[in-house]
């Protein structure tokens, strides 16, 4: 997927090298350490309007009110805006599979199929190849907009964005010395990071970090199933919440059961074609139920999610998954793309290659007749041990710890599927990377907050409407 290199990793360690070298002499390391809206730049909100345009009408309101919520969660679901602004920047040219929207809250504990945790990206919505300091760039910038909502000091804010990208540069040059097969294995499983971090948490970090793990082993699909369904005449189905989350029998126009089980038959057979043929073996244990539409996230609202509820042997054999809409990437229009007729495979092929481990039923699928359009999906579980950061409650210790881990996620992505020695060269090993995207990211958390005060005052005036949920 990625776009080729200038040399490709079959050429000789030193080739490589010399080629990630070359490439400061076009964009030094120093050249990240700024940021600066042209006269041109984009009206932001225009921006998120397009987006918004070919979402569901109805929910666009409770996006912009999430975003509204602080400057951090404008962050969160501005992925567009920021795309734009470094698509116009000077860059590497060492291309990466990028995440693409890499704010650390992207980042979280999650379950592998053989039922370890481990620590990895978990949203791909975004997924393309590009130049790699563009998600460096993204997720620094989000630890500093974090660490001015916790009211954290310049300093503090400064370190903490130090040591992500310090952590990040660190592990490339690590990886730079490993085996392809090795560099291709690694892993953050929770035990190896609790050795990793050890000599560096004192206990209560170390307390949070056990409890933080043995929260997400509670959060299971039992879990969400528990929450989210109830006993009918007809056994289990989804419960409403509207709008949040709404059955489809709601919302179509042909309230039949005929067109009901055809709509459900058509994604769930188009999707099982994209899995590996043991995993059909798998589903086939399943009939799907139910299906409703659920609002998710900041940046995601307003795409069509639709949450499945699939039973096995009987009502308590559930089966939840998430179809969520796949549209273009925001960084379409500043990359050369990907040539994938379908973005829900767009993201699936991309999270398998930056991902260490991918949940067993990812995939994909077109529907056409939830609301009359051909739309593409991809899908996974609901909920499979997850935990989620709240960075809103760690002290300067903890958010530093958080960015190292961070950081060095962040790096094994990009070495599975970039080229680690080209990109350590680049690097270099002084901490001049880390020194520029300071800045960088100080500059960027600046117009973050110019784009989330512009926001405001599109509500405020009747441009736009928010809603808060």
């Not at 999906?377 to 909920?383: A, E, K, T």
């Amino acid at each position: 997927m990625t776009a080729p290199l200038a040399v490709t990793v079959s050429s000789s360690p030193a080739e490589r090298a010399a080629y990630g070298r070359e490439a400061r002499s076009r964009v030094p390391r120093a050249r990240h350490g700024w940021f600066e809206a042209p006269p041109d730049r984009q009206d932001p909100v225009d921006v998120i309007e397009r987006q918004s345009a070919t979402r569901v009408p109805e929910l666009v309101p409770i996006r912009y009110g999430r975003m509204l919520e602080s400057a951090f969660r404008f962050y969160r679901g501005a992925a567009a805006i920021m795309a734009a602004d470094l698509g116009a920047l000077p860059h590497s040219g060492l291309q990466v599979q990028l995440c693409g929207d890499a704010h650390l809250l992207n980042f979280r504990l999650l379950a592998s199929p053989e039922r370890h945790l481990v620590f990895d990206i978990n949203d791909f919505d975004e997924t393309l190849p590009g130049p790699f300091e563009w998600d460096v760039k993204r997720l620094a910038a989000s630890f500093a907009i974090a660490g001015r909502a916790n009211g954290f000091p310049v300093e503090v804010q400064d370190g903490v964005v130090r040591t992500c990208v310090g952590a990040y540069r660190q592990r490339i040059r690590e990886f730079a010395g490993m085996r392809a097969l090795d560099v291709w294995y690694a892993q953050d499983d929770i035990e190896q990071l609790q050795a990793l971090l050890a000599s560096s948490m004192d206990r209560q970090a170390r307390r949070r970090t056990a409890h933080a793990a043995a929260q997400a082993r509670t959060r299971t699909h039992l879990q969400a199933f528990a929450r989210l369904t109830h006993v009918t005449a007809d056994g289990r189905r989804i419960a409403p919440d509207p709008p949040l989350i709404t059955p489809l029998a709601d919302l179509r126009t042909d309230p039949s059961e005929q067109g009901r089980d055809r709509e459900l038959s058509a994604l769930l057979e188009e999707y099982a074609r994209s899995l590996s043929s043991e995993r059909r073996h798998l589903l086939r244990h399943y009939r799907l139920v139910d299906i409703a539409r659920k609002v998710v996230g900041v940046g995601s609202v307003g795409t069509r999610c639709w949450i499945l509820l699939l039973l096995g042997r009987d009502d308590d054999d559930p089966l939840l998954l998430q179809a969520k809409e796949a549209e273009e990437s925001v960084l379409a229009a500043h990359t050369e793309g990907a040539s994938f007729a379908n973005h829900g495979h767009r993201v699936v092929a991309g999270q398998r290659l930056i991902q260490t481990t991918s949940d067993i039923f990812l995939g994909w699928t077109h529907v056409t007749g939830l609301d009359g359009q051909g739309r593409d999906f991809y899908v996974r579980q609901l909920r499979d041990w997850k935990g989620i950061a709240r960075p809103d409650t760690m002290d300067p210790a903890l958010l530093d710890l958080f960015a190292r881990i961070c950081g060095a996620s962040l790096a094994r992505a990009h070495a599975r599927s970039g080229d680690p020695v080209a990109i350590a060269a680049y690097l270099g090993g002084s901490d001049r990377f880390e020194r520029a995207l300071t800045g960088f990211a100080q500059a960027y958390a600046d117009q973050n907050e110019r784009d989330f005060a512009a926001l405001g005052a599109a509500v405020r005036s009747g441009r736009v409407t928010a809603t808060s949920l």
